[in-house]
């Protein structure tokens, strides 16, 4: 009973998953391609929240502010024409200092607001967006230049340059220019050949490959890595001691402040190379709204595999993403199958996407409330 309890939440999502995927009526080549997309697309910025959960921080919804950092990084990028790896190089160069700059003021706020950071950081997403809104709108273009005039919206005319971003900017020229450093494709003789050796019979259908983007995924295991090492430094052990007790690891000698501000400022830094991971994905960038669900959904899906507000593992991290993703690719066409009507599964995904969290922090109490009469 204790093991099912400490697992309710995985486990409650894996035959979500299971039930979604079979009324899908989805073939597996397509759906295992659509995992392993979004696995490699989102897994980076559901990483960047662990090192604040582990200082005692809770879930940093405030990582949206690491993504538009990366996002005005490929804005810089964009203007001055820069294609191709070397573009998203430079854009993540970029994105550094602007996501050292945010996650210190966060940090600081969030040390004026001890105990309650996790509504904090949801409400400085919101304050921060206005002021990304209001850069983006009305600076650009009148106090920050643009050599690249397509960028900007129309004038009133309709025929120059006015002021103001674009809503949509291209980023073909740098699309997949981190997946497409190490890519395979398995064919379908390849998969039925390596399923064989295993004593496997499988009925594949053809015309399908399947694409790994292996260069994304040996980046992510390599931060996977990190994280681990960091977790074994002196900064990890205080990371640790804060998180279990701030007026203890204080006695010990301790800064707790610079501390907590550290662990921020590498979330958000991570936040911010993970959304430039995201982009080079998807290929274009919406200006105003990219960024908007960042924290919601890497939140979610990292709660999804059995994180806590106060306890989170890469595996967690790892399984959430997998979980989380697998709804949202199935949800949509198992309620068409169900229901008749496509709609019920856009608007199930929806559900998915903002309940998952009330969901999750109602398990994980009624998992706490078991441990406490035990």
């Given at each position: 009973?204790?093991i099912?309890?400490?697992n309710?939440?995985p486990?409650?999502f ?19 391609n659509e995992?392993?997309t ?8 559901v990483?960047s929240l ?8 809770g ?26 790896s070397a ?6 160069a ?7 700059a945010f996650?210190?003021l966060a ?6 607001a001890k105990?309650?950071?996790?509504i904090t ?6 304050f921060a ?15 920050i230049p ?5 960028l ?10 006015g002021?103001?971003?674009i809503?949509?900017?291209d ?10 450093l ?7 003789p ?5 399923c064989?050796?295993?004593g ?10 399947i ?10 295991a ?9 977790f074994?430094?002196?900064l990890?052990?205080?990371f640790?001691?804060v998180?279990?007790d701030?007026?203890i ?6 800064d ?7 662990a921020?400022?590498i ?7 993970g ?18 669900q960042v924290g ?7 709660l ?12 967690q ?5 997998l979980l ?41 109490a009624?998992r ?5 009469e035990?």
């Amino acid at each position: 009973m204790k093991i099912l309890r400490g697992n309710v939440v995985p486990l409650f999502f894996i035959v979500l998953c299971g039930l979604g995927a079979h009324y899908s009526g989805l073939a597996w080549p397509f759906l295992v391609n659509e995992i392993v997309t979004r696995i490699a697309r989102n897994s980076f910025l559901v990483i960047s929240l662990i090192v604040p959960v582990l200082a005692g921080m809770g879930l940093n919804f405030g990582i949206v502010l690491g993504a538009m950092a990366a996002q005005f990084a490929f804005i810089a990028v964009v203007n001055f024409q820069w294609t191709g790896s070397a573009g998203i190089l430079l854009a993540s160069a970029l994105s550094v200092p602007f996501s050292v700059a945010f996650g210190w003021l966060a940090g600081l706020l969030f040390n004026r607001a001890k105990g309650k950071e996790m509504i904090t950081g949801i409400i400085l997403g919101f304050f921060a967006n206005g002021i990304y809104q209001m850069v983006c709108l009305t600076l650009v273009g009148w106090l920050i230049p643009v050599r690249l005039t397509s960028l900007l919206l129309p004038d009133k005319s309709g025929v120059g340059p006015g002021v103001g971003l674009i809503n949509t900017i291209d980023l073909r020229s740098m699309q997949y220019g981190i997946d497409n450093l190490w890519k395979i494709r398995l064919t379908m003789p390849d998969i039925q050949e390596l399923c064989g050796s295993f004593g496997w019979n499988v009925t594949i259908p053809p015309n399908i490959p399947i694409s790994v983007p292996v260069g994304t995924l040996i980046l992510i295991a390599l931060l996977c890595r990190g994280i681990h090492f960091l977790f074994r430094t002196k900064l990890g052990q205080d990371f640790r001691a804060v998180g279990q007790d701030r007026h203890i690891a204080g006695i010990a000698g301790i800064d707790v402040n610079r501390v907590r501000v550290t662990a921020v400022v590498i979330s958000t830094v991570l936040a911010g190379l993970g959304q430039i991971v995201f982009l080079q994905n998807m290929g274009n960038l919406q200006t105003y709204g990219s960024h908007v669900q960042v924290g919601t959904f890497a939140v979610a899906s990292l709660l999804i595999g059995g994180a806590t507000v106060t306890r989170a593992t890469v595996g967690q991290a790892l399984l959430g993403t997998l979980l989380f993703h697998t709804l949202f690719v199935v949800s949509p066409q198992a309620g068409k199958n169900l229901m008749g009507n496509v709609q019920v599964g856009e608007y199930f995904r929806v559900f998915v996407s903002y309940g998952v969290i009330g969901v999750a922090l109602a398990l994980h109490a009624w998992r706490r409330r078991g441990e406490t009469e035990e």
